[in-house]
């Protein structure tokens, strides 16, 4: 019995998740597994077997009416003179996660129109699987199991899979985990520098290099000069029992940090954590009323610098008002996604590396990409460091008739900063319109034929801009737009077909904003991000169709004569269990 139990004992240690995915997927899973360095390379990706068949091969040819063998049943049966093998079909039930057997008898043989196959392959892992104590091969509760694969996906960035990922499990060697973390160059540094600390600094606490590195989490992500830990880094025992007596930023550490940095090309080490909704006010205060404002800013405010000078420390002053010399001593990373490069300070700013499924789709949509009559502008009038702006300005290029420019609002200085920053990196113009500038503009009638002038505004340099990013508020955004035309002639109008509404949980108070920028005339899109409970997504949309409806009738004076239509949802990635950022392409007919 000893043995037995043992042998369990190990199997339960050893029990590592395996990822079942549609082949379609695979290279995106694996491609994200290898970030996190949570692949398992000990084993092969290899095709999902109903029992003990394989599920029909991506290779099959099949034509319409054949008959499809999808699973055989224990006993094969003659039916008619044709002596056809009887089958049990089944298929794949996307909403349940499982193969779902379809009706035995004379009406199993489906034919091909009426069953649609994914090949699923199971991709291994080295994420522990958390099975049922005694039991290796248990597997968790459904809601468990759910809860913990939202974790797994949120972890890689691949929440927008969550529909099409089923978990299972195997055996894997004896200690993936500390292979796996040798494969990498930061963990081997951190292996080598924590080797050259004195014998009894460990020692005294029963602790070895070894013993930290196998309790070190696998993923850590480069955004250079900065080599970013995932939130748990120091989350084990071990380390806690480490740094309890030695500071993470200690000058016993320092050298270490160096050293693991370096490993990576990068030269600043800092922990991970996420956005949080809300914020204190005042950085500094314990407590107090001010304690649960919204965080509208969007700052990281838990992201915490282990080596490297980043800047100067986030006060009230240095957040609202930043001052050139504060920009130039602040640490500012980048990245680089579909060719397009991003910046970003990290003590002020968010990155969020899962947006750039969306990103992507901007790139390759349809109605960004496809020239009009004439030159056209977009609007972002959540605009962040340009994540989405970007891609609109991308799609336009070498293009007559694309999107020319980009007109982005921003309340955040240091992100629009970053966006001013990441622009120039790309080889774009861009002109930021504020304090000064901005309050003369506003003085400034969109209406008067004379209207007052704004003589810093003035010039080619303005006109030439792709991007026009205004430190506000979006409240004002059409009359600032207007009040640019009259400043500077019509040559700058261009007519809007793109309005992005990028903030979550919802942008329903800037929508009626975006209805009266879209051009009257042409019409265009209004894309509309939102958290949408995953049971609720189709009648949301409904609800959000005629909202932005209602919306359009009251500009054109109850007419009606744009239609609204949402074309799309993109489903983004997992916000939350049972929640989606989802993505509505809202369509707004013009008159033309």
Request: glycine content about 6%; some cysteine; aromatic content about 6%.
């Amino acid at each position: 019995m000893d043995h037995i139990t043992e042998n369990q004992e190990q199997e339960e240690a050893n029990a590592r998740v395996v990822l079942i995915v549609p082949k379609s997927h695979v290279k995106t899973v694996k491609s994200a597994l290898e970030r996190a360095g949570q692949l398992d390379r000990s084993s092969k990706i290899v095709p999902e077997q109903c029992g003990n068949h394989t599920t029909l091969a991506a290779h099959t040819t099949l034509k319409q009416g054949d008959v499809v063998p999808v699973r055989e049943t224990s006993t094969t049966q003659a039916s008619g003179t044709h002596g056809e093998t009887r089958l049990s079909p089944f298929e794949y039930d996307f909403v349940k996660g499982q193969n779902v057997e379809l009706p035995t008898g004379k009406d199993a043989l489906v034919p091909v129109q009426e069953v649609v196959f994914q090949q699923r392959m199971r991709i291994p892992t080295t994420i522990f699987y958390p099975s049922i104590k005694g039991d290796a091969n248990a597997d968790l509760t459904e809601e468990s199991s759910n809860e913990f694969k939202s974790a797994i996906l949120q972890n890689l960035d691949l929440e927008y899979l969550h529909h099409e990922t089923e978990l299972a499990h195997h055996a894997a060697e004896a200690s993936p985990l500390k292979s796996s973390a040798m494969k990498s160059p930061m963990h081997r540094a951190l292996k080598e520098a924590l080797s050259t600390l004195q014998d009894s600094v460990l020692a005294e606490m029963v602790l070895s290099p070894e013993v930290l590195i196998s309790a070190f989490p696998d993923g850590y992500s480069i955004y250079k000069p900065m080599l970013l830990l995932p939130h748990n880094a120091f989350g084990s025992t071990a380390w806690e029992i480490f740094l309890s007596r030695h500071a993470v930023d200690s000058e016993l550490l320092a050298p270490v940090w160096q050293y693991v940095a370096a490993s990576v090309g990068a030269t600043h080490v800092a922990i991970n954590s996420p956005i949080p909704p809300k914020t204190n006010t005042n950085p500094n205060m314990d407590s107090g009323a001010n304690q649960n404002q919204e965080n509208i800013l969007r700052r990281p405010i838990n992201l915490v610098p282990i080596h490297g000078d980043f800047g100067p420390s986030p006060t009230l002053q240095t957040i609202s008002c930043p001052t050139a010399t504060d920009f130039e001593q602040a640490l500012w990373v980048t990245a680089k996604q579909n060719g397009i490069w991003q910046v970003w300070a990290p003590l002020y700013t968010m990155f969020s590396r899962g947006n750039i499924r969306e990103k992507t789709r901007i790139l390759n949509l349809a109605a960004v990409t496809t020239d009009l009559d004439e030159a056209s502008a977009a609007v972002d009038l959540y605009a962040g460091i340009g994540y989405f702006a970007f891609s609109y300005k991308k799609s336009g290029e070498y293009r007559q008739d694309g999107i020319r420019r980009v007109l982005c609002w921003e309340i955040n200085p240091w992100s629009v900063e970053g966006l001013r920053r990441g622009a120039e990196r790309n080889g774009w113009l861009c002109k930021v319109i504020k304090g000064d500038d901005l309050c003369q503009l506003r003085r400034t009638s969109a209406y008067a034929p004379n209207g007052l002038a704004c003589p810093s505004l003035n010039g080619t340099d303005i006109q030439k801009a792709d991007f026009w990013v205004f430190q506000a508020s979006n409240e004002r955004a059409k009359s600032d737009y207007a009040a640019m035309s009259t400043s500077l002639g019509l040559v700058c109008q261009l007519p809007i077909r793109h309005v992005n509404l990028g903030l979550l949980p919802t942008s329903r108070l800037s929508w009626s904003i975006a209805v009266d920028m879209l051009d009257g005339q042409r019409g265009g899109w209004i894309h509309v991000h939102e958290n949408i409970g995953i049971r609720d997504v189709e009648s949301r949309s409904k609800e959000i169709e005629g909202e932005i409806d209602k919306l359009v009738e009251r500009r054109n004076g109850g007419t009606g004569n744009m239609a609204v239509r949402v074309k799309h949802v993109e489903w983004v990635k997992m916000y939350a269990p049972g929640v989606v950022h989802c993505v509505l392409d809202v369509h707004v007919q013009g008159v033309l």
